[in-house]
């Protein structure tokens, strides 16, 4: 069965400071993986997925087959991307990970 | 205004009481889905339809009920039978069903809405 596992549900660095948020995903065929962001107060949104392989607000994926892994980087935290990050399977359906809330102090 | 509509948004209920929980959308999009979001434990999967007329169960489905007979709407039924109905709904579709391959899917959700039994 498909499974999205994102083993850190709260991560606070500092502006400036380098971001990786991670995922995991179990799933037998090829994966289509998403990153989907929530703002305070906005609705749940796409950030980026791995086919486009795009630089979206600064934040990259790269997908790792091998190591069945799509982490999220950012090399410099800004205080705006404190928000919700979901990380998501595309199969049959749409799963999502547990979600990481990620802060950025000043 | 195109987008995904859910109403109410926010809704209390009684215990032993049916609720349903309206989503349309005018995005023409084929699949449309429902999750349930709690606090910690990220975004669950309820129900999806990937066309009219034809739904599947996710992880959560017990409790739940939908139909799909209409394109733009996916009204879900929170029944007596859900042991714990409190919590964030969320509704959502995509343009084609998750899993076409490397369609490039993405999911547009809703606002939400908040079920709480009293």
């Known amino acids: 069965a498909q499974r999205v596992t994102q083993p850190e549900k709260l991560l606070s660095v500092f502006k400036g400071a380098p971001v990786e948020l991670k995922c995991n995903y179990s799933?037998?065929?090829?994966?289509?993986l998403f990153w989907y962001v929530q703002y305070s107060r906005q609705r749940l949104q796409l950030l980026l997925r791995?086919?486009s392989r795009e630089s979206i607000k600064g934040f990259t994926a790269d997908l790792n087959k091998g190591e069945t892994s799509f982490h999220l980087k950012k090399p410099f935290a800004q205080e705006e991307d404190s928000a919700m990050y979901y990380c998501?399977?595309?199969?049959?359906?749409?799963?999502f990970g547990a979600g990481t809330r990620l802060t950025v102090k000043p | 205004d195109g987008g995904i509509t859910q109403s109410p948004k926010y809704l209390f209920r009684k215990e032993g009481q049916n609720v349903t929980l309206s989503c349309e959308q005018n995005?023409?999009?084929?699949?449309m889905y429902w999750y349930r979001q709690d606090p910690g434990q990220g975004l669950r999967l309820i129900y999806y339809?990937?066309?009219?007329?034809?739904?599947q169960k996710g992880d959560i489905a017990e409790g739940y009920s939908v139909s799909r007979e209409k394109k733009e709407s996916f009204p879900l039924t929170v029944t007596s039978a859900q042991k714990n109905p409190t919590a964030f709904y969320l509704c959502?579709?995509?343009?084609?069903?998750?899993?076409?391959?490397?369609?490039?899917?993405?999911?547009?959700f809703g606002e939400g809405s908040w079920l709480t039994v009293v």
């Open positions: 799933y037998s065929g090829s994966p289509e």
């Open positions: 998501a399977l595309s199969s049959n359906d749409m799963r």
């Open positions: 339809s990937q066309i009219v007329n034809d739904f």
């Open positions: 791995h086919i």
């Open positions: 995005l023409n999009h084929d699949a």
């Open positions: 959502a579709s995509s343009i084609k069903p998750a899993g076409f391959p490397f369609s490039g899917n993405t999911i547009y």
